[in-house]
């Protein structure tokens, strides 16, 4: 059981080039969620996917797209990367049900760096 | 939208040490958590708290959802409890999975 695996670890971007940043999850969970952490900052939510084919913003949105592919991979994909998306990205996912315990679970992350 | 506000934002304790870390939250939640993020960057979940006491061995964790606040006790702190304590909620409706994280408490434990 892997948890929740993200790839890649690290990145260099220039400014102006695209990436998509890959997530999956193995423990059958419904929501998924994308996060950004600057340095010495909390977690701030970009897109969030409550469900198979659904997906919704959350506070930092601008700047990014998300595909739930299918129940169990998310990605994030960011079209023209800026200096300001220098981060670590993070994704986790808990298991989205109605009443239910929703615990999030997170992958190791992945270290941007936009030039 | 909600708020979430933790204190204190730095603490170092000795070894052995207790402490108290207290999240609150500007409005009513249906979720609440507790997580440590270790100093290599993972983060790992302590509490899932919408309301209530839950303890796991040397923490603890209170919610008192009424008064809009949760507390993490840790007791006996080692130094492997050292990184950054974050305390995240979801707002209180149906499908609120956007979560709002605190800016976090960071603890450092002397030996």
């Known amino acids: 059981n892997a948890g929740v695996t993200q790839t890649p670890k690290f990145q260099v971007l220039k400014t102006g080039q695209s990436m998509t940043l890959q997530c999956a999850q193995d423990m059958n969970h419904n929501s998924m969620y994308w996060y950004r952490q600057d340095p010495g900052m909390g977690l701030r939510l970009i897109y969030y996917?409550?469900?198979?084919?659904?997906?919704d913003k959350g506070e930092v949105p601008n700047g990014y797209n998300v595909s739930r592919l299918n129940k169990r991979e998310f990605s994030l994909r960011l079209e023209s990367a800026a200096p300001s998306q220098t981060s670590v990205y993070f994704c986790?996912?808990?298991?989205?049900?109605?009443?239910?315990?929703?615990?999030?679970?997170f992958g190791p992350g992945t270290r941007l760096l936009v030039l | 939208g909600i708020q979430v506000e933790q204190s204190p934002p730095d603490l170092i304790l000795q070894e052995g040490a207790n402490s108290t870390l207290r999240c609150n939250f500007s409005d009513s939640v249906n979720n609440l958590q507790w997580f440590h993020q270790n100093p290599w960057g993972q983060l790992i979940n302590l509490f899932y708290i919408p309301s209530g006491t839950k303890q796991n061995g040397r923490l603890s964790a209170t919610t008192v959802a009424t008064e809009r606040y949760s507390l993490l006790y840790i007791s006996s702190s080692q130094t492997t409890d050292s990184g950054v304590y974050f305390c995240a909620a979801s707002p209180g409706y149906t499908g609120g999975f956007k979560t709002i994280f605190g800016a976090g408490t960071r603890l450092f434990v002397k030996a």
């Open positions: 996917s409550a469900s198979e084919g659904t997906t």
């Open positions: 986790a996912s808990s298991r989205g049900l109605a009443g239910g315990e929703e615990t999030q679970y």
